[in-house]
């Protein structure tokens, strides 16, 4: 069983917005650090929003905030990402990402640091590509 699944890429022009949903099992979902990942080809995968689930408590990279919102539905397992104001250095696969250990820490550790580590997250969607022109 895939444990992430995410949806609501596509393509947009600047400034419009876009929703993405991650679907995660019930195991996974709950009590967990579930965060929200954008790669380019060539670069490195760069964390842009995390959310705990058990408490909602959230983190948002410097390049996003203000403009990104992550949501969780408790109900439906779920994690949305809200892409607004978007902007073409936006274009990527955006990809859902959980912590496979649940560490009651985790969000701790990435407000202490500061970012969203990709090694502290081990499941991982297939990925939905946002493409944003001008």
């Known amino acids: 069983q895939v444990p992430l699944v995410e949806s609501g890429g596509g393509s947009v022009q600047a400034g419009e917005s876009l929703r993405l949903s991650c679907v995660a099992d019930?195991?996974?979902?709950?009590?967990?650090?579930m965060g929200w990942f954008r790669q380019t080809p060539g670069k490195e995968r760069e964390g842009v929003a995390a959310?705990?689930?058990?408490?909602?408590?959230?983190f948002y990279d410097d390049s996003v905030k203000g403009r990104f919102t992550i949501s969780q539905d408790n109900d439906k397992n779920t994690v949305y990402l809200q892409l607004n104001s978007l902007k073409p250095e936006d274009t990527a696969m955006y990809f859902c990402?959980?912590?496979?250990?649940?560490?009651?820490?985790?969000?701790?550790?990435?407000?202490?640091?500061?970012?969203?580590?990709?090694?502290?997250?081990?499941?991982w969607g297939q990925g939905t590509q946002v493409t944003v022109s001008l």
């Open positions: 990402a959980a912590d496979p250990l649940k560490p009651p820490y985790c969000m701790s550790q990435i407000q202490f640091n500061g970012v969203m580590a990709e090694r502290d997250f081990g499941h």
């Open positions: 019930k195991d996974t979902y709950s009590g967990n650090c």
């Open positions: 959310i705990h689930t058990g408490d909602g408590i959230t």
